[in-house]
């Protein structure tokens, strides 16, 4: 189960979502606003993307994918 915490400074100075988001696509996974949980990330195309968001702007949007059976959802799986 995901713990919550409070909007730190970082959630609450974002007033606008850029319009290039990277997408994660999780598998059997539900996440919350402000909710803490693990990701097991197994693609490297998605470690990357983790990674560059990391050095980035720390901004990503999970998507959570219909069928979990697809190894490497392309956009319209999602």
Known sequence: MPNFMQP???TTRLTTIPSDLPILPLRSTLAYPFSVMPLAIGIQRSMRLIEEALQGD???GLLGMPDSTV???MPGQM
């Open 8 to 10: 730190d400074e970082q």
């Open 58 to 60: 720390r901004l990503l």
């Open 71 to 73: 190894e490497e959802p």
